[in-house]
């Protein structure tokens, strides 16, 4: 019997007689149609067609992966992967989430200071003559006792107090931390935005307590006055938080600035901006204007300016809440300039160096912006006293740029 000579179409080639010719044209329709390919006729010896299946290179890209919608980054899983990659030691978390949890109980406070009638005078005045309020004591307390529980803590100093606290609990604490524990707290009783702002200093041993050391504390603080009045480039870390329609934590450690929103379902402050950058110049200008005829004539002109609709025939928009880090906050987020200047009545301003405008110098700096004081730069200013207080412009750089040109 003769052996057949008949040519095998190969399947490499997908190769297939006439008479299945119009099968396999439906299957490869349908093939290209599933998977994105597109045909190519070919001949083959003894009258074969064969059909070559070629990837599409208009193929859709393959979809990235969805990421998991319950998978939140707390503040306390963030400082944790800061202390991991280096940025930060073990001894500053604890600090840092110390700060964390006096703000959520802060936050509380504030929420029913008008049921709690907490919004009421103390009955006393602070180191910078200024009336309390009982929320003012209260929010003082507060900080000032979960500082002391972390066991890390040196030296304390808040605006409520007219020297640093040395912690005499915890002696082998050396962390320096400074505070204003309810910044805008005037304005409590009218529910307006209000937040406490802190700064965290490098240790120094000249501020450690002996053990063994027989001196009066009373001579310690005043050793350790010296040693609290840092200028703001030595700052390690600085943040506020703001007790709003939401409670947002933003901090700096000098590696940008990080915004985190306080989640009232799990109790944590849940991670919802990376690496803020505030924009290089902004329309939104924030001085309290009812003191306009109290200041400097160079000052009166650059807010003329301002308010000049010019060629454009669009002037900034005047924004004052009237407390610091809420105005800041915005300005952080839409750009644009705060002030609080000098005038005849304060002739360094109001607001306090060491508590408010080097720590949030520190933070308009991580996000790109300025801080000055209408000659300087803020971080640079070496405090004199612990409450010493100095004018304050802060926001995009472009626009305290342009104030210091006016103001030199």
Known sequence: MAASTATTPTT??????????????????????????????????????????????????????????????????????????????AELTIVLSSISMACKQIASLVQRAGISKLTEVHGAVNAQAEDQKKLDVVSNEVFSNCLRASGRTGIIASEEEDVP???????????????????????????????????????????????????????????????????????????????????????????????????????????????IQIPKAGKIYAFNEGNYQLWDDRLKKYIDHLKDPGPSGNPYSSRYIGSLVGDFHRTLLYGGIYGYPRDKKSRNGKLRLLYECAPMSFIVEQAGGKGSDGQQRILDIQPAEIHQRVPLYIGSIEEVEKLEKYLS
């Open 165 to 275: 606290v040395a912690v005499e609990e915890s002696y082998y604490g050396n962390y320096i931390v400074v505070f204003d524990p309810l910044d805008g707290s005037s304005n409590i009783d009218a529910a307006v935005s209000t937040g406490s702002i802190f700064g965290v200093y490098s240790p120094n041993d000249d501020c450690l307590l002996d053990l063994e050391d027989t001196t009066m504390l009373d001579s310690v603080e005043q050793r350790c006055i010296v040693n609290v009045c840092q200028p703001g480039n030595n700052l390690l870390a600085a943040g506020y938080c703001m007790y709003s329609s939401a409670v947002i934590f933003v901090l700096s450690l000098g590696n940008g600035v990080f915004s985190f929103t306080l989640d009232p379902m799990f109790g944590e402050f849940i991670l919802t901006q990376e690496h």
């Open 12 to 89: 490499s080639n997908l190769c297939f007689s006439n008479s299945h010719s119009l099968f396999q044209h439906k299957r490869t329709s349908f093939l290209c149609a599933k998977n994105s390919i597109v045909k190519r006729k070919c001949k083959h010896k003894g009258a074969v067609t064969c059909m070559v299946l070629e990837k599409s290179s208009t193929a859709e890209p393959t979809k990235p992966k969805k990421q998991n919608a319950y998978k939140l980054q707390t503040l306390t899983s963030w400082l944790l992967k800061q202390e991991q990659d280096g940025v930060i030691d």
